[in-house]
């Protein structure tokens, strides 16, 4: 009946067929993950949390416990079930001791680790938003930075790496509760190993790394995994490289106990501190309808396929980058080690991100404007674009295509820096689309 909704629903599914989505943080779900999504789980609450014995078995092994969970409705016989294997899905595939599948988003997990482990006043270091840290890392603009003291470290302009001796130095001055690495724009594999060193020495200090942009590089195998590096803790969303459906997850190590009781704060005890964080600390009813999708997402992480796909993913944006720069493109740590890229436009074109970001959305190409590291333009007209291969190597695009699209993003800067005529934007919106539609969408193929 509501034909207006259903009709914009269409016309995105268009608007994602017909082009090609170069945003890094989004990416491109299953069929299955869509209908699990879609499901009459939606109707359901669920307060509480499952029972937590017997994950380490296998899906089956899982699916036989019969106990019942910590939760303050009834009738979850079926949402038990599928939580628990959301749940021994996630650790499987992080090699984690626990995992919290309830976080409504990732803004939503990393407040609820910050709730979990600080008090008011306490203080986290975490990495500078102009370097490509986040805005739920310390950003002024957000509730947490009203609660508890950030504290940035940046990265090293030569490099393009973090700069591990300025957060050293940070850590012994100001001994954080939390030091925490993360980023949305950062294109190179820190060294968890070095951080954790660092973060050992303060007594009490949680290492805690936000991992939402390249969780599926970690899951694919292709990327280190800071739980296997001294962390404790490690929060992600899980819709983009991990390609689930739009959420969050707090993946932790330590002892896990039942909810209900309060536990001693201890390191030890971060997964059951984070649990009692979640619900009831900042969350109520878990989606149900997503934690399905996220196992369903699991799932198919934990196939031998996706090691490949996350190893393609680098692949493209390697070649993706070293086509840019022969193009002329200055780009931010002269590369990417993950699925990444960060280009100054005004330095190799002279336009800036903004001007860039709307002339390619008239060619089919979408990314996203961007800050790069001590930026002195304003962030709605910032210097760079942001750009990342996860959704079209989904798709199946390659090598080939990642020069195509290096070609396109080469005329349109021309076309915006006033060398080359307009018209042809026209011509490569044609383009953009023809070759797009060879490469349709998962869940319409
Ligand atoms: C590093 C990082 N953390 C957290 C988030 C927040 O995730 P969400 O948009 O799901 O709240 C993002 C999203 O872009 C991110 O890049």
Known sequence: MDKKIFDLIE???????????????EN??????????????TNKYSEGYPNFEGLDGDDDEVLASTTAG??????????????????????????????????????QANNAVYNAWLQPGD??????LGHGGHLTHGSPVTQSAKIYNFIAYGTNPETGDLDYDE?????????????????????????????????????????????AHVAGLIAGGVHPNPLEHGFHVMTTTTHKTLRGPRGGLILSMGKVSNPLRRPEHTLENIPTLIDRSVFPGTQGGPLEHVIAAKAVAFYEALQPEFHDYAKK???????????LKERGFKLIGD????????????????IDGKKFEIALDKIGLTLNANSIPNDTRKPFEPSGVRLG????????????????IADWMQKTAEICAGKRDEAELKKMREEVRKLALKFPLPSDK
């Open 335 to 350: 590369g990417t080690e993950n699925h990444l890229i960060l280009i100054n436009v005004i330095e190799s074109y002279g």
């Open 389 to 404: 291969t996860p959704a079209i190597t989904t798709r199946g695009l390659g090598k080939k295509e990642m020069i195509k």
């Open 28 to 41: 491109a779900v299953s069929k299955e993950v869509l209908d699990a999504m879609g499901s009459v789980l």
């Open 313 to 323: 993913i680098v692949e493209n944006a390697k070649t993706l980058a070293d086509a």
């Open 11 to 25: 016309a995105e599914r268009k608007r994602q067929n017909e082009g090609l989505e170069l945003i890094p943080s």
């Open 123 to 128: 203080t986290v270091l975490g990495m500078n």
């Open 70 to 107: 910590h939760r303050y409705y009834g009738g979850q016989q079926n949402t038990d079930k599928v939580e628990r294997l959301a749940i021994a899905r996630a650790r499987r595939l992080f090699h984690a001791d626990h995992a919290n599948v309830q976080p409504h988003s990732g803004a």
């Open 167 to 211: 957060l050293e130095r940070l850590a012994k001055e100001h001994q954080p509760k939390i030091i925490l690495v993360g980023y949305s724009a950062f294109m190179k594999v820190p060294d968890f190993d070095r951080v954790a060193k660092i973060g050992k020495e303060i007594p009490g200090c949680l290492l805690m790394a936000d991992m």
